[in-house]
């Protein structure tokens, strides 16, 4: 607070009175600006440290993903590797567990994205004071963190299913039919879950450029019979005439849709 105080004397004159007025508007104008820049150079501080602290978290959360996409094709390859047991098993009923074309695993862990410096930085006020773009930028890398951890989430939930045989033998060999063929559904499904952790896990690298590696299509697809747009054209040309006039319809009505 800032304290003005009466002259000592009395002003005997206008030109006393004005220049007493004048002393003190200048002193209010030096008291405000101070404190201004002294706010300034906190704010400048605060968002100097809230710079810092991201770009530590955002190194980190690149490690992250790298060991995440690296264990992206050993996960697929143990959805691979327990199809095969399972359909080996659905043919060959009963087969000892020795005598199978190798023994069941499932996914272990994810290294979670870390978003501690963010979700701190959004509890003040300092995401205001920082530019625009750049709250957006930080913003987004955030959500496609977020969305590719849901999507591993939601393939764990699947294979803790397909796994919970496990509560009462780990021998597959000893599984009924029935059982076997529903663990192949749910190989099947957690399976497909997990090749939608891939594309986001691959749309996370397109946003961030450096969060490295990329996952390429066919790696998202590894162990996969699914086959891209562009594969089916060029094998199928005839047959995909047909599918072709359906997405030009498609596309036709959202013209249409877009117009109004």
């Known amino acids: 607070m800032l304290d003005v105080h009466p002259p000592a004397h009395a002003a005997h004159s206008w030109r006393d009175f004005f220049i007493h007025i004048a002393t003190i508007v200048l002193g209010l104008i030096i008291a405000v600006g101070l404190e201004q820049s002294v706010e300034a150079i906190h704010n400048h501080n605060e968002v100097a440290e809230t710079r810092q602290a991201l770009a530590e978290?955002?190194?980190q959360n690149r490690e992250m993903f790298r060991l995440n996409?690296?264990?992206?094709?050993?996960t697929a390859a143990i959805f691979e590797n327990d199809l095969r047991i399972f359909t080996y098993l659905r043919q060959h009923p009963g087969t000892p567990q020795a005598k199978l074309p190798g023994v069941v695993l499932f996914?272990?862990?994810?290294?979670?994205?870390?978003?501690?410096?963010?979700?701190?930085?959004?509890?003040?006020?300092?995401?205001?004071?920082?530019?625009?773009?750049?709250?957006?930028?930080?913003?987004?890398?955030?959500?496609d963190l977020k969305r590719a951890l849901e999507g591993y989430n939601l393939m764990v939930l699947a294979a803790a299913r397909a796994a919970a045989y496990?509560?009462?033998?780990?021998?597959?060999?000893?599984?009924?039919?029935?059982?076997?063929?529903?663990?192949?559904?749910?190989?099947?499904?957690?399976?497909?879950?997990?090749?939608?952790?891939?594309?986001?896990?691959?749309?996370v690298n397109r946003n961030q450029p450096?969060?490295?590696?990329?996952?390429t299509d066919r790696q998202v697809f590894a162990f996969s019979a699914m086959s891209n747009e562009k594969a089916l054209r060029e094998q199928f040309p005839e047959a995909f005439a047909f599918?072709?006039?359906?997405?030009?319809?498609?596309?036709?009505?959202?013209?249409?849709?877009?117009?109004?």
């Open 107 to 143: 996914p272990s862990h994810v290294f979670e994205p870390i978003s501690s410096a963010w979700t701190t930085a959004g509890q003040t006020n300092v995401l205001s004071m920082m530019p625009r773009k750049e709250v957006t930028k930080n913003s987004e890398t955030y959500f």
């Open 210 to 215: 450096d969060f490295v590696p990329g996952l």
């Open 166 to 203: 496990t509560s009462q033998t780990s021998d597959p060999s000893t599984l009924s039919p029935a059982k076997v063929e529903q663990e192949i559904e749910l190989i099947e499904q957690a399976n497909a879950l997990h090749m939608l952790y891939g594309l986001w896990l691959q749309n």
């Open 57 to 59: 978290e955002r190194q």
């Open 69 to 74: 996409t690296e264990n992206y094709l050993k």
């Open 243 to 260: 599918t072709q006039r359906d997405l030009d319809a498609a596309a036709t009505m959202l013209d249409k849709s877009t117009a109004k």
